[in-house]
């Protein structure tokens, strides 16, 4: 069993533990505080079986549904309370559809719902015949236990989680769970891998080359996701491409030419990829770069890519130090041993300055938009004002305020916490003309 599959298997038993701590169908009437508390799990398992739908709903949301799905059952009683209960269930999760920051299919949400209910049907006639104490214990002590072990897990990049809720106390509330899932794999040439995710949107503005940041997550990385998400619902399908020796590409061998760790590489097949026309259902094409993403996306126009737009978000100058080989290796998963003189040459020619591939940039290049996070490393909102001011016209700047230099995700293991409202203000950079700068200003002020 892979990674990936035991991530959604974790999530799936998540979501029948709080289902099962719900106590639905109850022969005996329940205490008032102990239907809300069932009424909290069942908003919970929602919740989390929207990390599965790929329906990315905020927490507070869910929690309001389900005590108001509670409040509504507790004054049925008989044959109504028991069919209450699965329509409850049936509810909760239909409501992930038209609730979710990005577009997801109704048909798989339909059907999950059924299928929720059903579960929900089969669990609450095995927890009826327990005896009152087991079930006060499942219904209570179980789920504050279990959500106790998952926010022992939630994790964050440095301490940017921790500088936003100091800005941010209710954003934990706007927090929707997710299962990576960046989209089919989409094997290019030379070892270079790809994953094309598409929006439901029946009519695409476009594809989307999205460039991540420095993480061997690569396109399954936190930040990765949440702009894989805001690019769904600006109405882009998506293609991220994994760099070299990150993710599913491979690593080029330790004797190959210094050219083989050429970054563009993997950019440069997914536009080939996206021109056979096979695979784009529509023919407009942006880049986005994040991070380490930034420099690879300026190199790639510089060397005359054909798209319509550059986005390029908490991105600064590069500058490599006296760690950097050490670095690269640990980066790239590269055992040992590249040359010296390879490796000075990789070093100057892809990690040498982001600012030296910004005054390259050609006459008449695609709209350059620089988007500068609120909530940022030191050396990054050092070295970003540099590197704006050598990108040639057209260039737009755009500064997201309370906005970490990841859009605010977190981690618990391999699920991801994403801001829904990061992904939504994220989402409005994407729109055509005059909108980004309505967008822009929106960001600014939050």
Not at 148 to 154: A, F, K, M, P, T
Request: charged fraction near 15%; include cysteine; charge should be neutral.
């Amino acid at each position: 069993m892979n990674v990936d599959m035991l991530t959604d298997l974790v999530a799936a038993l998540l979501v029948l533990l709080f289902r099962a701590a719900c106590l639905g169908r109850s022969r005996t009437p329940r205490r008032p505080q102990l239907q809300l508390l069932t009424g909290l799990w069942l908003g919970l398992a929602a919740w989390m079986a929207g990390a599965l739908l790929q329906a990315w709903v905020p927490i507070w949301q869910m929690l309001l549904l389900g005590l108001a799905l509670a409040a509504g059952i507790a004054g049925l009683r008989g044959t109504f309370a028991n069919a209450a209960q699965p329509a409850a269930d049936l509810a909760v999760v239909a409501a992930l559809g038209p609730l979710s920051v990005i577009p997801v299919h109704a048909e798989h949400v339909i059907a999950a719902a059924v299928a929720f209910a059903a579960v929900g049907f089969v669990l609450d006639g095995l927890t009826r015949r327990m005896r009152p104490q087991i079930q006060w214990r499942l219904s209570s002590a179980l789920p504050a236990i279990t959500l106790l072990l998952l926010g022992v897990n939630v994790s964050q990049v440095s301490d940017l989680g921790t500088r936003l809720l100091r800005q941010d106390p209710l954003f934990p509330l706007r927090l929707a769970l997710v299962a990576p899932n960046p989209g089919t794999l989409v094997p290019l040439e030379l070892r270079t891998a790809a994953w094309l995710l598409r929006t439901p949107h029946a009519d695409p503005l476009g594809t989307a080359i999205l460039l991540h940041g420095n993480d061997p997550l690569a396109s399954w990385q936190a930040a990765a996701v949440s702009l894989q998400g805001s690019l769904m619902r600006a109405g882009f399908d998506v293609l991220s491409v994994d760099h070299p020796g990150f993710g599913a590409s491979g690593v080029p061998d330790a004797s190959a030419d210094w050219s083989a760790w050429d970054p563009t590489i993997g950019p440069k097949q997914a536009l080939a990829y996206l021109a056979s026309g096979t695979n784009s259902r529509a023919p407009a094409t942006i880049v986005v770069g994040h991070s380490m993403g930034v420099a690879v996306a300026l190199q790639l126009v510089a060397d005359g890519a054909g798209v319509q737009d550059t986005y390029l978000f908490a991105g600064s100058l590069d500058r490599p130090d006296s760690q950097f080989e050490r670095m690269f290796y640990e980066q790239h998963k590269v055992p040992c041993c590249i040359p010296a003189p390879t490796m000075h040459m990789i070093r100057d020619q892809f990690y040498g300055g982001a600012d030296r591939f910004a005054v390259a940039l050609p006459q008449g290049h695609a709209l350059v938009h620089f988007v500068r996070m609120g909530i940022e490393y030191v050396d990054v909102t050092r070295d970003r004002e540099p590197l704006y001011a050598a990108i040639t016209p057209p260039k737009s700047i755009c500064d997201f305020a309370t906005v970490t230099h990841y859009f605010n995700t977190l981690y618990v293991r391999r699920l991801v916490l994403v801001d829904t409202r990061a992904v939504k203000r994220t989402a409005e950079i994407f729109a055509p003309g005059e909108q980004v700068d309505a967008a822009c200003r929106r960001a600014t002020a939050s």
